[in-house]
């Protein structure tokens, strides 16, 4: 099992050594796996920081990672007041295609297994679980 636990403070740049650390944890994970979850975990930042943190250099971003070889666990929380995940505008309505946000969520849903959200609203936890034997057969092919 492999536990880790990342402060940083509300600013793109500290996204990337985040990301390149969880992958690095994930190096067998297959392609497909981490692909969605390098997306999901940079768009769950992002909206803690810009949403949650409103862009606050003053404020952080924790987030928490485990993998256990079948499971990856990411959470992310923002220090910002939280909100309502379910009052965000689903984004394949025609009435919202236009609309500039509210599809962060939506990927994130769609590229992950699980996915909940705590009732403060400002902690986003994401589950996905690797599949070992699509894994030998991706490394075969």
Same mark, same amino acid.
């Given at each position: 099992?492999?536990?880790?636990?990342?402060?940083?403070?509300?600013?793109?740049?500290?996204?990337?050594?985040?990301? $390149?650390?969880?992958? %690095?944890?994930?190096?067998? #994970?297959?392609?497909?796996?981490?692909? @969605?979850?390098?997306?999901?975990?940079? &768009?769950?930042?992002?909206?803690?920081?810009?949403?949650?943190?409103?862009?606050?250099?003053?404020?952080?971003?924790?987030?928490?990672?485990?993998?256990?070889?079948? $499971?990856?666990?990411? %959470?992310?929380?923002?220090? #910002?007041?939280?909100?309502?995940?379910? @009052?965000?505008?689903?984004?394949?309505? &025609?009435?919202?295609?236009?609309?500039?946000?509210?599809?962060?969520?939506?990927?994130?849903?769609?590229?992950?297994?699980?996915?909940?959200?705590?009732?403060?609203?400002?902690?986003?936890?994401?589950?996905?679980?690797?599949?070992?034997?699509?894994?030998?057969?991706?490394?075969?092919?």
């Amino acid at each position: 099992m492999i536990k880790k636990t990342f402060t940083i403070r509300t600013s793109l740049k500290e996204i990337p050594p985040v990301i $390149k650390e969880i992958l %690095a944890c994930l190096k067998d #994970g297959g392609r497909d796996a981490l692909h @969605d979850i390098k997306l999901a975990v940079e &768009e769950a930042i992002i909206n803690a920081m810009k949403h949650g943190n409103k862009f606050n250099e003053k404020l952080y971003v924790v987030v928490d990672f485990e993998y256990d070889g079948n $499971k990856v666990g990411i %959470a992310v929380q923002d220090e #910002g007041r939280g909100y309502d995940h379910r @009052d965000v505008p689903d984004p394949t309505l &025609e009435e919202n295609i236009l609309r500039g946000h509210g599809r962060g969520v939506f990927l994130i849903k769609k590229l992950m297994d699980e996915v909940h959200f705590n009732n403060s609203g400002n902690r986003l936890e994401m589950i996905k679980y690797i599949n070992k034997i699509t894994l030998i057969i991706l490394t075969m092919i």
